[in-house]
């Protein structure tokens, strides 16, 4: 059985920096791609980051550009989040997903159960 379990959220000030952690087990996973997305109750799920099979190539939501790092460890089946400079608008479930393409990312194949940050102004 396939499952992924996020940790490292939390409540953070304004400005600060959170890490994000999934660990994915029940299969190999090296040959997919993962990502966050977020999600903000009463509104729509949100593209966060995601990275490729192989790390070689990683993508940003323009919001979060310059700001959070994306990066895996395929021999951990593990995907982090490097979430510095926070803003309260950043303030949502942050979900792990994996996807076997990476055009497929938003809609996923496997998913967490999401973790929370909160960041207070």
């Known amino acids: 059985q396939v499952q992924l379990v996020e940790s490292g959220g939390g409540l953070v000030q304004a400005g600060g920096s959170l890490r994000l952690s999934c660990a994915a087990s029940?299969?190999?996973?090296?040959?997919?791609?993962m990502g966050w997305l977020r999600q903000v109750p009463g509104k729509e799920r949100e593209f966060v980051a995601a990275?490729?099979?192989?790390?070689?190539?990683?993508y940003y939501a323009d919001s979060v550009k310059g700001r959070f790092t994306i990066s895996r460890d395929n021999a951990k089946n593990s995907v982090y989040l490097q979430m510095n400079s926070l803003k309260p608008e950043d303030t949502a479930v942050y979900y792990c997903?994996?996807?076997?393409?990476?055009?497929?990312?938003?809609?996923?194949?496997?998913w967490g159960k999401g973790t929370l940050v909160t960041v207070s102004s």
């Open positions: 990275i490729t099979w192989n790390g070689g190539s990683a």
């Open positions: 997903v994996l996807s076997r393409t990476m055009v497929t990312i938003r809609r996923g194949d496997y």
């Open positions: 029940g299969r190999t996973f090296s040959t997919y791609a």
